[in-house]
């Protein structure tokens, strides 16, 4: 391990620290046991650009899409890849529009072939400017940490982001991470199987991509036209809770509407989860009413932002707590089954037959395999960085 790898995983682990100790102070914070007492394996977990603003807060481009859009729109300038009358007038949009999806599909069919076609274009090679040694730049891997716990216990991941940081912090933990996109049929119907344990789903592509990345539907016309694919993709929303962290308006995402929502009539019925911002009274309450109609239950985080990262990990903590109906038939090799070889362990010393000493994994609840505490997650990903 270089130095350099050394320092950064080291300040990785301070912050962490720094986070659970915030999020120990706010321990007393209630959650919705509807959903909390989901199995991980029942969600499906969305990512929005805030699980990325957390994780690496000196990326201005991971804050949100207008963040993102201004430094596409500042690279483009410095590699002189659009007219400086464009770039002027794109800012001015970026600054006042509201619908910033329609302005970055307006900006991309600018960056691309005058023939209408997205590839390639200049837009992705703007993004790869942008996100240039993403690694360097994971400073608070709290919440990341905690959506790789739910991976670990069968939640599937999908994410609008263009970023890889969800997939760059797996990897320096060893777990098989991929990062899949809609182009790829095979693979998009084995990770709606649930047979690609480590996979993210992006929806819009990923910034290393050489086809570059998708806003528009148009623009996966092979997916939305293949019955097949339609009715896998369609199939988890009607049977996963998906819950929706980090995101700001992506039930509004056109990509989304046309994988999910078109052909799910009865949303009332469904059961999703939303976490947000709470900036105000009136604008929450009328928010939540709103998401209900759609069969999403909006829940606040707080009234900052700073609470975030300790609320993921705890929710986090909250749903891996709760025990698998397939725990018995867990592979004694897991920690899980580890925890349920104590269990027995303790039945056999009590009938007063006498077992050899195993060790089991310290900190652990014997009765799910996971510890809810802060300082056992800390311990649990020191180990995995080192």
């Avoid at 659009?82 to 509201?98: E, I, S, T």
């Avoid at 999908?158 to 809609?182: A, C, H, R, V, W």
């Avoid at 986090?316 to 867990?330: E, K, L, M, N, T």
Wanted: net charge neutral.
């Amino acid at each position: 391990m270089t130095d350099s790898t050394s320092k950064r995983r080291g300040s990785q682990m301070d912050s962490l620290e720094k986070m659970t100790n915030r999020s120990e102070q706010k321990s007393s914070r209630k959650f919705l046991k509807s959903l909390t007492q989901k199995q991980p394996q029942e969600l499906l977990l969305v990512m929005g650009t805030g699980v990325s603003a957390a994780a690496a807060p000196g990326i201005p481009a991971l804050r949100s899409w207008r963040g993102c859009l201004e430094a596409v729109l500042e690279a483009a300038e410095q590699l002189e890849v659009l007219h400086p009358g464009d770039v002027a007038r794109f800012r001015r949009k970026v600054g006042k529009d509201r619908d910033l999806l329609v302005v970055a599909h307006d900006l991309i069919r600018k960056m691309s072939p005058r023939t209408g076609d997205t590839k390639p274009n200049f837009f992705q090679d703007c993004l790869m400017e942008v996100f240039d040694g993403l690694e360097r730049h994971i400073q608070n891997p709290l919440v990341l940490q905690s959506v790789l716990s739910l991976m670990e216990r069968g939640t599937m991941v999908l994410t609008t982001n263009y970023d890889n940081l969800l997939e760059i912090f797996g990897q320096q933990q060893n777990k098989p991470m991929e990062s899949l996109d809609l182009k790829d049929k095979t693979k998009v119907l084995q990770w709606a199987r649930g047979h690609v344990k480590y996979g993210v789903l992006h929806i819009h592509g990923l910034y290393t991509d050489p086809c570059g990345v998708v806003l528009d539907p148009s623009g996966y016309k092979d997916v939305t036209q293949d019955p097949e694919v339609m009715e896998v993709l369609q199939n988890l929303y009607r049977t996963k809770s998906f819950l929706f962290v980090g995101c700001g308006e992506t039930l509004r995402d056109q990509i989304f509407q046309a994988l999910f929502l078109y052909s799910v009539p009865d949303k009332v019925g469904l059961e999703h989860y939303m976490l947000v911002l709470k900036e105000g009274e009136d604008q929450f309450f009328k928010h939540q009413a709103d998401m209900l109609l759609h069969g999403v239950k909006v829940v606040s985080f707080g009234a900052s932002f700073d609470h975030f990262p300790g609320y993921v990990r705890d929710l986090a903590a909250q749903i891996c707590r709760q025990r698998s109906p397939d725990a018995d038939r867990v592979d004694s090799t897991t920690s899980l089954g580890n925890a349920c070889q104590g269990c027995a362990k303790r039945k056999l010393e009590e009938n007063g037959t006498e077992v050899s000493k195993q060790l089991r994994p310290s900190g652990l609840r014997h009765d799910t395999g996971y510890s809810d505490h802060p300082r056992d997650l800390l311990l649990n990903t020191s180990a995995r960085l080192g």
